[in-house]
């Protein structure tokens, strides 16, 4: 068995279904921000929102960046001269995640593989291309925080899967070696092949909500219906 396992988070632990396209949504967030003294109509704010994330990467500059949306969401306050708070900015993109997300749940199996991990002593980590103030929230409404020895969300680190840095980062943190760990994922070219650049085994698992492309990186072990107990099996046995 491994020492250390890590985890991709959507798609691979929970299913969820957003929706940021829906009129509805940046209807609301407008009368939310005009509300707050920003004014904003829906089509206005959504483009705003767009040409501001885009600016955001673009000052990270590389590939593989990650934007913090939260400064996003205090940039739209601030460009109608309204001044924004850490917390007032947290709050809205928290509002703005639940007003797009149609659902989240965990897949079946999960928290019992979870459980059992712990139960002999293994050490668990989340390490997931996500937003840190949609994603902490979900992980605690879910109840999984408690599981995790460390959760690493790359718009904290400013990059994301599969660059190596992202990677690294855990790894020197945890004092991990790639030997005696899994990173288990649903994304080939995010989770498997950024555990190969760093010689660890993977474990790939497609859901519905996988890339649709598969079989181009090779993965220590594949999972191809989503069914936990063989995924369990695989990760205790190896």
């Known amino acids: 068995m491994y020492r250390n396992y890590i985890f991709d988070f959507y798609g691979t632990l929970a299913d969820i279904r957003t929706d940021e396209e829906n009129p509805s949504l940046w209807r609301k967030m407008s009368e939310i921000y005009s509300a707050m003294g920003a004014a ?65 749940r965990v897949y079946e199996g999960v928290e019992e593989l979870l459980q059992e991990l712990r139960a002999r002593g293994k050490r668990i980590y989340l390490l997931s291309n996500a937003q840190t103030d949609f994603t902490r929230p979900e992980i605690e409404m879910l109840g999984l925080t408690h599981y995790f020895d460390g959760i690493f969300i790359s718009s904290e ?38 555990a190969r650049h760093m010689g660890m085994d993977s474990l790939y698992i497609h859901s519905d909500i996988s890339p649709q492309e598969y079989g181009r990186i090779e993965a220590t072990y594949r999972v191809m219906d989503g069914d936990f107990r063989k995924v369990r099996r695989l990760v205790l046995r190896g």
Do not use: H, W
């Open 40 to 104: 904003y109509g829906p089509e206005e704010l959504k483009s705003a929102f767009r040409r501001l994330e885009r600016e955001e990467c673009g000052r990270l500059g590389t590939r593989d960046a990650e934007p913090d949306l939260t400064k996003v969401f205090a940039l739209l306050y601030r460009e109608k001269r309204v001044s924004c708070e850490l917390l007032q900015a947290r709050m809205t993109a928290v509002t703005f995640r639940a007003l797009s997300r149609e659902f989240i």
């Open 157 to 194: 680190q400013g990059c994301k899967k599969p660059s190596p840095v992202f990677f690294e980062r855990l790894m020197r943190k945890f004092a991990l070696a790639p030997s005696e760990s899994i990173m288990i994922g649903n994304d080939e070219s995010a989770d498997i092949a950024g």
